[in-house]
């Protein structure tokens, strides 16, 4: 469509939209909004927040209030990511070993050891994830930009390789 005078109080992103344009951007929000409802979009936040937190807490060389916060952030969002399959993937039998360590990391954290604590949840953390790691790192690598470079490289591409090898979901 040709550009017309901007009107009093029209936004300048609407100011040239084609109707084409237009359409193809309602379509992908509308996408966006049927694939993930309101508690995924905000688990999909705490999940990040919890990361950033642990991250944070590991930098600060294992901030105990940073591990926390980020530990509660990621079972949070966790939960309203998966719904009430947060329970059922927690507790199943085949995982027990992963869930304990988890929660003990945890509890080590909160009371006062947070370096022993982060080492026992990580343990935790290989024994419910690894078997999603190489899908995770399959999609890192073809859909971020840049990752597939840093994936790699000589050091992590070692870690990449044997992760890749071991670990593989059912088909």
């Not at 930098?59 to 980020?70: C, E, P, S, V, Y």
């Not at 998966?82 to 929660?103: A, C, D, L, P, Q």
């Not at 982060?118 to 935790?124: K, N, S």
Request: aromatic share 14%; net charge positive.
């Amino acid at each position: 469509g040709r550009c017309k005078r901007l009107q009093r109080g029209q936004h300048f992103a609407d100011f040239c939209k084609s109707d084409r344009a237009s359409n193809l951007e309602e379509s992908l929000v509308s996408t966006f909004e049927r694939m993930f409802d309101d508690n995924k979009k905000i688990g999909i936040g705490c999940c990040g927040l919890g990361v950033l937190c642990l991250g944070m807490g590991i930098m600060l060389l294992f901030d105990r209030t940073l591990l926390a916060l980020g530990n509660v952030a990621f079972l949070l969002g966790l939960s309203l990511l998966m719904g009430k399959k947060v329970f059922k993937f927690f507790f199943r039998k085949e995982k027990w070993k992963g869930t304990t360590s988890f929660f003990t990391g945890i509890a080590v954290i909160i009371i006062g050891w947070p370096f022993c604590g982060f080492l026992i949840e990580m343990y935790g953390v290989w024994k419910l994830f690894a078997a999603f790691l190489p899908n995770l790192i399959s999609s890192l690598q073809y859909t971020v930009p840049g990752a597939s470079m840093v994936l790699n490289m000589w050091p992590i591409s070692i870690v990449v390789g044997w992760i890749k090898d071991t670990r593989r979901l059912p088909v």
